[in-house]
């Protein structure tokens, strides 16, 4: 008997329907990005073969030294949402500021925030890469977007998704309702429905931190990696998997239970803040993890709630199973005032 097939443009069409007065802009910005993810997939994928790996030398906006593929992947991104008339800005993690749409074309109600290529020191040894994306409604009045339009709370965003490039290349998806995975089969070159309403399993599996940073965490985040690892009296001691994308490794947890981290340190003390970024990475992790059922914190509440000031913030992330990610706010309320108070001035919460 024949399955019946649902690709992601009619699964979007389909929930789109649910909404009286959709008017399929949303439908068609989540296949735009659906058509990147297959571009960036076909060039990944045979990255071995085309001399595009390696650094083309320059340094991105937060000075770190761009590969190929980042570049190719943010250019592909850009090209295909900038005359679309659905968005009135962009932002991309390759890039310092806001991305006006051009002069000549029309713009839309959404912004789009991007990372283009997560986990990129990945790429020349062959380990599996991402894509993450976010959409926030416009808020200002204008007819191009302004900083205000990127610059919201992640309890605002519509859609969050991400493509993880592995074994096979999954998209994920969630517009709020649900949680549901996309697996690209490329004899079809479509992104077929192969995980329905993904939520974290109750037990969790796994940890996930480079723990090659112990020595610079604080003692509450130590503690509470120990614990994980069965000390502290943990009963169930998880065991640790750790790819070094994020994207890759949420994945991972989100279908086998787990939690990632990303932790601040007191390394420098006016960056207390860790290494991923508020916008490009931890907003869209967390509206998933959510919207599975889990949770992500800073540490001391929930990243949705987290008002950005700037573009390219970063802040710490603990993202998975519920009660694994209030187990590491309870560690470091107990063990961290020190950094507590060095993170506050970084942190500003939403009053809801
Ligand atoms: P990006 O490639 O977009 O800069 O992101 C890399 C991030 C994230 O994917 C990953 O979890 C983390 O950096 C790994 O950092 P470490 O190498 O410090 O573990
Ligand atoms: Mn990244
Ligand atoms: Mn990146």
Redesign the pocket.
Known sequence: MVKRLVTIERHILEKEREYPGATGTFTGLLYDMALSAKLIHRETSRAGLLDILGAVGTVNS?G?VQQKL?VFADQMIYKMNDHTGRLCAMAS?ERESIIDIPPHFDTGKYVLLY?P?????NIDSNVS??TIFAIHKKVTSGVRGTMEDLLQPGNRLVAAGYVVYSVSTMMVYSTGQGVHGFTLDPSLGEFLLSHENIRIPDKPHYYSA?L??LSHWTPGVRRYAEWLGGYHGNPNPLSLR?I????A?FHRNLLHGGV?F?PGDLRKPDKPYG??RLL??AQAVAFLAEQAGGAASDGIGRILDIQPTTLHQRVPLFVGNRELVEAAEGFIREYDQAWIEAYAPYRQAVVT
């Open positions: 937060s770190e980042d993690e990372d290529l997560d986990g990129s020191s890469i991402g480079n090659g940073n750790y070094g994308s994020m994207v490794d990632f990303y290494k991923l490009f990475e």
